[in-house]
Structure formats: structure tokens, C-alpha cells
């Protein structure tokens, strides 16, 4: 709502209304208990006659009453000048707790992102915590054990395997060849006395280069062409053939002993399995 003040146009409508009805400045001031200066400002503009903007416009609001202008009375005057003037601050304070609210709301809002950001940070922490001990927990570190060494690797059917990878011998399977196994016809039985381990391999070590066959009870032949110091297991069912031109050039262990040939001009043998308890 605009504030009421006694603008230009009502102090041109005062000086009419005076005009027409006759009434001099003096004759009009003098009724109404006023100041020939205060009609003088009424009419032509000024303030410095007169207390407040309030003042003024209630005096000549009831000099336009005088000459029959319907105007509202000073008493509605005044209580709508004076709702004004409360409207004012009200409008003030209304305007300054939006703005509050709308400053609350962001501010709300900045600490909610804030506090997702971090539990967001702590549950990536968490995970990859989580990671690192579950492939520590899969992977354990024994520390202070030595590897362990492994038994000789058995010789498979159909399969060849070199000793390492720094071995020169080599194993072949195939059908019984006249050139280099010459089995014969009463070869010579060893066994074992004390078993102490099964009879299903045989474990050779060679002393010098040389070539050794095995051949096991299903006819199967593996033939060995080892270098010194190497050593082979071939696996099988007993009772193994043994045939090498240089037999006594071989440690042969069976059943967890070494054997012992009976003769060094022994080239053919016959390992039978003992039982094992």
C-alpha cells in the first residue's frame, strides 16, 4: 500500500475550492486556529510549518471538509498512516526470514552432500581394506620353510619328460626293439626282504651315460637314456623286466631298498613285488 502524503494536486484543489468560495488566506487560517504561513504551504508546497508529513495532510484533509470535499475523515487518516508505518518493518522482518529459510535450506543441503561425500569415502576405505585382507587371508606367507622337494617324476605311458631343464636324457615308450632290449630267457629274480615301500615304480640312477629298459607286467616298455648322475622313476605294475648291456652301471632302488646284483655280468633281471605292510 502507498503511504499517503498531501501532494501538489491537493493543495491546487484547496486553493479552488478557497478561491471560489471567497474566503481569504487570513479569514481561513484564523477559523481554524492556524497560521497564515501553514495555508500558504498547504496550497503552494512546503513543510517546514508543520511537525510531520502526518500533520499536514490531516489539516488539509480537513480544510477540503471546510469547503465540502468529501474526504475521509482524520481519524481514518491516521489509523491507515499508522498501518502503514507498521506494515513497513513487518514486510521488512517477513522478507528477511524468507531469505533466513532459503539460506537454512541451502546450508541443510551443503551439510547433507558433505556427509554422503564422507560416508562414501570411508566405505571405499572399507573395501579396500576388506581386499587387501581377504587376498592375505588366500595367500599366506610361511615364513622361515624351506621348499619342499619333490620325488622323482614317473615316467607316464605315452609321455615324454626330460630330468630338468638342464637334462640330457630322455625317455621313450614304444614296442620292444631287438637293437637295444635283449631280453632274455631266464632272466635273474631279485626281491626285496624288508619292503618298506610299494612295488608299483622303480627308481633308477645312472653312475655313467648309459641306456636301461623297463618293461612292467602289461608288456609296457620304457626305454631310458640317461647321463651320469641322472636318475628316472618309472611307475608300473610289478613284476618289472630290467634289460641294460651295462646293468651294473645303475642303482636300482625297489620297494624303498637298493638292490645288490649278484654278479657284475647281470644285464637282465626280474624285480617281484613283495607285500607291504
Known amino acids: 500500500m502507498t503511504k499517503q502524503v498531501w501532494l501538489p494536486v491537493d493543495g491546487a484543489l484547496l486553493k479552488k475550492l478557497r478561491e471560489d468560495a471567497g474566503v481569504e488566506i487570513t479569514t481561513l487560517a484564523r477559523l481554524h486556529s492556524l ?29 477540503l471538509m471546510h469547503f465540502g470535499e468529501d474526504v475521509q475523515p482524520l481519524e481514518q487518516v491516521l489509523e491507515q498512516l499508522h498501518a502503514q508505518e507498521l506494515e513497513t518493518p513487518a514486510k521488512e522482518v517477513h522478507a528477511t526470514q524468507a531469505t533466513n529459510d532459503v539460506s537454512g535450506k541451502k546450508i541443510s543441503l551443503l551439510n547433507l552432500q558433505i556427509v554422503g561425500a564422507v560416508l562414501v569415502f570411508l566405505s571405499l576405505i572399507y573395501w579396500i581394506l576388506f581386499q587387501s585382507v581377504s ?20 615316467a607316464m605311458a605315452n609321455e615324454t619328460k626330460p630330468i630338468s631343464s638342464t637334462a640330457l636324457s630322455s625317455v621313450e615308450i614304444h614296442k620292444e626293439s631287438p637293437n637295444e632290449c635283449k631280453w ?3 632272466p635273474t629274480s631279485l626281491f626285496v626282504n624288508q619292503p618298506t615301500k610299494l612295488g608299483d615304480y622303480v627308481h633308477v640312477i645312472a653312475n655313467t651315460d648309459g641306456s636301461i629298459c623297463v618293461r612292467d607286467a602289461t608288456s ?23 634289460f641294460s648291456s651295462n ?6 632302488f625297489y620297494q624303498g631298498n637298493l638292490l645288490r646284483l649278484p654278479s657284475s655280468n647281470i644285464k637282465n633281471i626280474t624285480l617281484k613285488e613283495q607285500k607291504y605292510e
Not at 513543510?47 to 500533520?55: K, L
Not at 587376498?135 to 614317473?154: D, F, H, L, R, Y
Request: glycine share 8%; aromatic share 4%; charged share 20%.
Open 35 to 63: 497560521s497564515t504561513s501553514q495555508i500558504k504551504q498547504l496550497e503552494n508546497g512546503g513543510d517546514s510549518s508543520f511537525y510531520t508529513p502526518s500533520i499536514k495532510l490531516a489539516t488539509g484533509r480537513k480544510l
Open 135 to 154: 587376498v592375505i587371508e588366500k595367500e599366506p606367507v610361511i615364513v622361515g620353510k624351506q621348499p619342499t622337494i619333490s620325488s622323482p617324476i614317473a
Open 184 to 186: 632274455g630267457n631266464e
Open 220 to 242: 609296457k616298455v620304457q626305454i631310458l637314456h640317461l647321463r651320469s648322475s641322472q636318475s628316472q622313476t618309472i611307475r608300473g605294475r610289478p613284476p618289472f623286466e630290467i
Open 247 to 252: 646293468l651294473n652301471e645303475f642303482k636300482l
